[in-house]
Each structure stands twice: as C-alpha cells, then as structure tokens.
C-alpha cells in the first residue's frame, strides 16, 4: 500500500520519501514479475530480436562461457522493464498528481495511455524500421574485407539498447505537455527555439544510437516531428496566461534592444 502524500498542507521531507520507497517496491514487485515471465519465454524472445539481423550473419556466436547466460538476463530484464512501463508510469504521475488541481488529476489516465503508446511505438518503429536498415548498413560495410562473426553478447545488447533508446526518446512531447502545463517552459519559447531543438535532436540521436549516420538520422528526423507534435498538443494545455506573459516579455526585450540600439547611433552621430 502506498503511503500517499495530501499537498494541501506542508509535510516533512520524509514523507515524501517513504512514498518514494512504497513506490518503488511496487514498480519492483511487477518488473520481477515480469522478468520471471521474460526468462521464462526467453527464447521466444530472442528468436523475435534475431529476426532483423542479415540472414548471411546469422550465426551468432558466444566466447565466453557466462555469454549465454548474462545475455538473456539482460534481455528478460529489458523485456520486463519494456511489458512494465505502464505500471511505471502510472507511480510517477501518482507521486506528482497530488500537488495538481482536482482538473489535472483528471488527466491521469491520458497521461499513462499517451506515455504507454509513444513508449510502444518508438520500440515498434525502431524494431521494424530503424534495426533492420542499420544492421544492413553496419554488418555489410566492411564485410568486403574482414569476416563478420556477431557474438550474441554484442548483438542482443546493441539490439535492446537502441529499442528501449528509441522508446523513451519518443516520450518527447509527453514531456514538453508536462513541462508546459507546469509552466517550465511555454509554447512562445518552443517556436523561438526551434532551430536549436532541430540540433539538439541529431546530438541526442548520436548520444543514444551507434555511431553511424543511419541510425543518428532515423532517430533525429522522428524526433523533430515529435517536437513539432509537442509543441502543438502543449498549446491546449498550457496557461493562456503563461503565453501571454512569455509574449510581452519577448516584446519588451525586442524594445529594449531597439532603444539601445538607437541610443548608440545617436552616439555616434554626436560625435
């Protein structure tokens, strides 16, 4: 059971963290749990992670005898996390709720569905597009010159971390929607900064993909789309008030650099 925090009065800080911990011993109950069934199946699901690789490299091979077994921990634990992201996402916005007006909290169920469905196609568009495209590109590039052999070790953890990479990278605007509505950022800044998101999102795509231009490509163009999405889903949430503030704000910064700019060419021109 968890320990709920009421923010209509102040507590001490230590409630707060035994909700934290109440948290997450739930999330971890489910997570094993599903590891379990992860493990269980767990080759059903390295069948399904094998099936994007070349078929010309898909012999794959260990060399070192704890390969195996390591590798399909490591699997069943990120299929876990991956089955368990709803239940996850539902505790955070349980610990963040109860500061919310009584219309916010309202938005639970959206938020756990919206973050569920990007959560699933970021994992889906990179599995079936992203994955088979840039293993092509990487196994065949030198394999003109050098035999290719792929150890499962390598193969399985380049293949779960560029999917979960995908799949939280696709939480994007619910992000920019949490962030708006909470007034940290506006929509007026979202538009002024657009070319700087543009960069932002080929430097992120070449943090969470392997070095190669495919792969930073197919994540940094969806990821743009995914801010212009935000941006646009944020204004129904955002505080008019917030938006115009932000608007006079920019209006008297841009009459302040006009005044100053004035104000030195009559310098000049006394001179």
Not at 41 to 54: A, G, N, S
Not at 214 to 237: D, H, K
């Amino acid at each position: 059971m968890v320990k709920e925090v009421d923010f209509t009065e102040k507590v001490p800080i230590s409630h707060h963290l035994i909700e934290i911990k109440d948290r997450t011993i739930q999330v971890a109950v489910v997570v094993a749990f599903f590891f379990g069934v992860s493990f269980y199946f767990i080759e059903i699901l390295l069948l399904w992670l094998e099936d994007p690789l070349p078929k010309e490299f898909a012999e794959l091979t260990f060399i070192t005898p704890t390969e195996p077994f390591f590798t399909n921990m490591k699997v069943a634990f990120m299929s876990s996390v991956f089955i368990s992201m709803p239940w996850i996402l539902y505790h955070i916005w349980g610990f963040i709720a109860p500061g919310l007006k009584v219309k916010e909290k309202k938005i639970t169920a959206m938020f756990v569905f919206s973050g569920t469905a990007f959560f699933l196609f970021g994992g889906i568009f990179c599995y079936f597009l992203v994955l088979p495209l840039g293993l092509k590109f990487l196994l065949a590039y030198g394999s003109n010159y050098w035999k290719m052999q792929v150890t499962i070790g390598f193969y399985f953890s380049f293949v779960v971390k560029l999917i979960m990479a995908f799949a939280f990278a696709f939480q994007t605007p619910l992000i920019m929607v949490l962030l708006t509505k909470f007034g940290v950022i506006n929509t007026v800044k979202m538009k002024l900064y657009r070319k700087w998101a543009f960069l932002g999102t080929f430097l992120l795509a070449a943090v969470l993909t392997p070095p190669d231009i495919i792969t930073q490509v197919l994540l940094a163009i969806p990821l743009y789309g995914l801010y212009e999405f935000g941006m646009v889903v944020s204004r129904f949430f955002e505080n008019p008030k917030n938006r115009e503030m932000a608007i006079r704000q920019m209006q008297a910064e841009a009459e302040a650099k006009k005044a100053a700019k004035e104000a030195v060419e009559k310098a000049a021109e006394m001179k």
